[in-house]
């Protein structure tokens, strides 16, 4: 695979038209309802335990216990975006959102690892052709480490000269994600940068917010290690998007130059954080009693922020 992300095509500017949520965090209400509804299921669920389970009180034979029921957990399931521009940056604040694209291809599960090593978060824009039964493992792994999955077209095709293919290239990359996953994405990353109004429109209906950057070390015509953290570093500004690669050819440099980066960044003051964090967009989360792909949380550790969903 030779695809480069970018190519020669720089992405128009248009103004990042959003407005941070002045206080994101599930309200009282919506816990409290939320609660109610999993204790409802639990209650009803150890009932169709107990019924099916040859409980009997016949013969003064003691009633038999209903089993325990597992404590209800949650998992993260997506996330839920807004806007109707294209994102080239996210709010003045000092954070800074690192997004990988291409893959998931071999080097994918090394940035997973180096991330972990380094205690920070990013998003991954995954070609959906690329999303493989066998990357399975590392989905869940960048799940559990609090990545983000993006869609980031199911072929890589320059979108402005296919019209017609936009929905099906965003849905089937949405859609295999998902089925692998359990996770919907709800940002997307045009190839190319290359993208206009009817596809931030159809991205928009389906659910996805259009993020471009404004940092790019041009990491895919490899220019060594020390030059791809010289250009991150010397790009990043207060809500910068930085675009790197993890697929499309061998990323080596780009790895080993991340460490690097992100203790630099640290040490200027920045936090590192995904892009829905940078934008403001609230993770979902479902409740998950047995389909938990063991990313499943407790209550207590779903984050503040997050929309908690039934499950479909
Ligand atoms: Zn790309």
Redesign the pocket.
């Known amino acids: 695979m030779g695809?480069p992300?970018v190519g020669g095509v720089v992405p128009p500017t248009m103004g990042p038209g959003y407005t941070r949520p002045a206080a994101s965090h599930v309200t009282w209400a919506t816990t409290f309802s939320a609660t109610l509804v999993s204790t409802i299921f639990l209650v009803l669920t150890a009932a169709m335990q107990s019924a099916g389970g040859g409980s009997t009180s016949l013969g003064g034979a003691p009633p038999v216990a209903a089993r325990p029921v597992r404590a209800s957990r949650y998992r993260v399931a997506g996330c839920r975006s807004r806007g109707t521009v294209a994102y080239l940056h996210g709010p003045r604040v000092r954070e800074v959102a690192i997004g990988f694209?291409?893959g998931p291809a071999r080097d994918t599960g090394a940035f997973v690892t180096m991330l972990e090593r380094s205690h920070a978060q990013a998003t991954f824009?995954m070609i959906g052709d690329e999303v493989a039964p066998s990357y399975r493992g590392t989905l869940l792994r960048e799940l559990h480490d609090g990545d983000v999955l993006g869609d980031?077209t199911f072929t890589?095709p320059y979108l402005t000269t296919h019209p017609r293919e936009v929905r099906g290239q965003l849905r089937r990359t949405m859609s295999v994600i998902r089925a692998l996953s359990g996770y919907t994405p709800c940002v997307f990353r045009p190839?190319y940068g290359a993208y206009d109004k009817s596809i931030l429109e159809t991205a928009r209906s389906l659910g996805l917010a259009t993020v471009l950057w404004n940092v790019d070390p041009s990491d895919y015509a490899l220019p060594g290690k020390a030059a791809i953290e010289r250009r991150v570093l010397s790009g990043v500004a207060p809500g910068s998007i930085v675009i790197s690669h993890d697929g499309?050819g061998p990323r080596g440099q780009t790895l080993a130059a991340y460490p690097s980066i992100i203790a630099k960044l640290r040490a200027r003051g920045y936090k590192i954080v995904t892009i829905p964090q940078l934008l403001g967009f609230r993770p979902l989360y479902v409740p998950c009693v047995d389909l938990c792909d063991g990313i499943g949380v407790r209550r207590s550790e779903v984050p503040r922020e997050a929309i908690i969903e039934h499950a479909p």
């Open positions: 695809r992300c694209d291409d824009f980031h890589h190839p499309g």
